[in-house]
Structures are given as C-alpha cells and as structure tokens.
C-alpha cells in the first residue's frame, strides 16, 4: 500500500475505528522535464522580484490578496484546529450525491492487527456494504478541513474528498440550458442511447493518449521521424440535419458498420 498521509480514528456513534488514509489512486502520466531546445540542458524555475530584477529568498516572498498583504504566521491563523478524527455526522443515499461533487478519492485501512480494530473496521464495512448510503463527516488534513464522503467498496472503506456547494458553479448562463426539443428528435435519440448502453466495466476503457504518446517515444528513441495526424475538420462542424444524422448512426449500429468507441 502507498505510504499513510493521515492517521486517526474513525468515529461512528460510540463505535471508534482506528484508520489510517492512503491515496486510492496513482499517477501513470508520463512527467517531462523542460529543457533548452536549443542545447537540452534542463530550464530552472527562479522567483524573480519585477521591479529590482533580482532573484528572491523564499523567505522573503509575501502573500497578498486583493491589497492586503499577510505574513505565513497571519495565514496561520484561518489554519482549522487539527485533530485525529473523522467524525461522521449524517448518512445520505449516494445516488442523491451528484458526482460532480466528488474530488480526490482514498482508502480507510486500519491502523493496526490489533482484534479490536480490525473487528471494528469490519463491522463499519460490513454495516456501509449493506445498504446504498455514504457517510458524511469532516476531517483535517495538513492545514485544510475537508468535507467527506465513506462508502463501502470491495470489502475496503473509501474516502472521497468534497467540493462545498459553493464551489460548483451553477448552469445558468450555459446556452442550450432552457428551451424545447421536438418528440421526434428526443425519441431518435433515447433510442440511440439503448443501442449504446452497456454495464459498466471500468476495465474496458484505458488512456488511450499515454499509449499514443508511449508510441511517440519509442519510435523517436529509435529515430523514426514523427509526424502529427491530419486534424479531420469535419468532425467539429454541426450536424446539418439532426434527425438525418440520429437515424444513420442507429442503422450503422445495426448492421455493425460502426462500433462503439
């Protein structure tokens, strides 16, 4: 498991879990570091003072905000009281939380063999697994309170990261948002839809950009020369007859002309 960025205890009425919080996912980009074209020597990243021109110490770098200037010892201040808890203070159906509230997924694992802990970890995953809700808690980590979500998954507990309602910004102003679609065009589409559903398996779908660009490489280490494909200019244009273009993709569907992507 990757290395613990929290350690604490899990609070579920007079029911104390021990847990320990672990990223549940990992980093597979390919990171590139920034050379000189010219010679490929690596490029250095300098805080550099815009009136005096002169390179500055971090420690003398200030923090402002909208004419107010605050030192690190000011910002500490807002800093949220730091405790070793994850108190849980609702439970709510999870299909009532709208995905796009949900940022940085981890995983609950208990911090220790001990028979208690492990007792108690269970009975929390066990009690989560069985019914459809997500616990709602609050907890903090280095120096920011973060809203939660726990769910139950694979017989593991999960933490999922929050925004606050705040931080979602609303539709209005989105155009398309209001107005009316005819039937026939709603139907075609609906039974578009059908045609693609499928269950969700989550190993069908993979990066297929980092294989392009894992290509890319290969072939320039063995001095292939690269070239960018043609950008299909077509395919950003709009559709010139909606209904036309609904049917012709279902009769594709049909006789297997086109395959999902």
Same mark, same amino acid.
């Given at each position: ?34 050379l ?23 420690? =003398? ?15 500490g ?23 796009i ?11 220790? =063999? ?25 907890? $903090? ?6 809203? $939660? ?44 839809? =059908? ?67």
């Amino acid at each position: 498991m990757p290395r613990s960025l929290w350690t604490g205890s899990l609070n579920f009425g007079l029911v104390n879990v021990p847990v320990r919080v672990t990223s549940a996912v990992r980093d597979l980009d390919l990171h590139f570091r920034q050379l000189h074209a010219k010679d490929h020597t690596p490029v250095e990243t300098r805080r550099v003072c815009s009136e005096e021109g002169v390179e500055v110490p971090y420690e =003398e770098i200030g923090n402002e905000y909208e004419g107010v200037v605050l030192t690190d010892e000011e910002l500490g201040a807002a800093d949220p009281k730091k405790t070793r808890t994850i108190e849980i203070e609702s439970f709510v159906k999870l299909g009532e939380v709208d995905p796009i509230y949900f940022d940085h997924p981890y995983f609950l694992i208990p911090a220790g =063999e001990t028979d208690g802990t492990i007792r108690a970890y269970r009975l929390l995953t066990e009690v989560m697994s069985r019914t459809d809700r997500a616990a709602l808690g609050r907890f $903090v980590m280095r120096t920011k309170e973060y809203l $939660v979500a726990i769910r139950a998954r694979d017989g593991a507990l999960t933490l999922s990261t929050l925004r606050f309602h705040d931080e979602v910004r609303p539709t209005k102003g989105i155009s398309g948002v209001k107005g009316r679609t005819s039937k026939k065009e709603l139907d075609g589409a609906l039974k578009l839809i =059908e045609a693609l559903s499928a269950d969700w398996d989550p190993t069908a779908y993979e990066d297929r950009y980092r294989k392009r660009l894992q290509a890319v490489i290969r072939k320039k280490r063995k001095g292939g020369e690269i070239k960018a494909p043609k950008q299909d200019k077509k395919a950003a244009e709009p559709v010139p007859d909606l209904m036309a273009a609904l049917e012709e993709t279902l009769e594709k569907l049909k006789n297997g002309e086109l395959q999902p992507a």
